[in-house]
Structures are given as C-alpha cells and as structure tokens.
C-alpha cells in the first residue's frame, strides 16, 4: 500500500512541475503588438462585428417571417374550426327538426 501511495505522489508532483514549466514558458512570450499591428486587429474586429450584426439581422428577419406565417396560419384554423363548429351545430338542429316532425 506504501509503494502505490508513492506513486501516486511521484506522478502528481512530475504533473506539478510540468503545469509550473508550461505556465511559465506562456508567462515568459514576447506579446509586444506594434501600432500597425492593434489597428489591423481592430479592423478586423470591427469586420466580424458588422458581419455578425448582418448575420443577426438577417436570422431576426427569418424569425419574424415565421412568426407572421404562423399566426396567418393560427388565424385561418380558428376560422375554419368556427365554420366547423358551425356546420355541426346547424346538423345537429336539421336532426332535431327532422326528428321532432
């Protein structure tokens, strides 16, 4: 039981020193940008913004076409299911009427 704990404990420290090299190797890169180098970022920020922004807009206009097809669609259920309603219940009299005769 004694050895597998040192194992145990070998690895996590060879994992710890690993972790501290990656990190210090990432912590130890040059990230000097150039003035040149900031505006190309910044145009091509603002690029992705507007291509976003169309993508968006043009995604909000599928949207409210759908939802304008499904309430044009809502309304002429309600109407076809009044008609309905209608024609059963005008049966439904012509049944008793001829019943009662």
Known sequence: MGGERKKVFVG???AMILGFAVYFRLWTIDYAISSDDTELIRRQFDLANREASDESAEWRMKYDEEVERA???DKQLVEVCM???L????LFLAVLHTLSL
Request: charged content about 10%.
């Open 12 to 14: 996590l420290m060879v």
């Open 71 to 73: 309430a044009k669609c």
């Open 83 to 85: 008609l309905l309603s």
């Open 87 to 90: 024609l059963i219940c005008l």
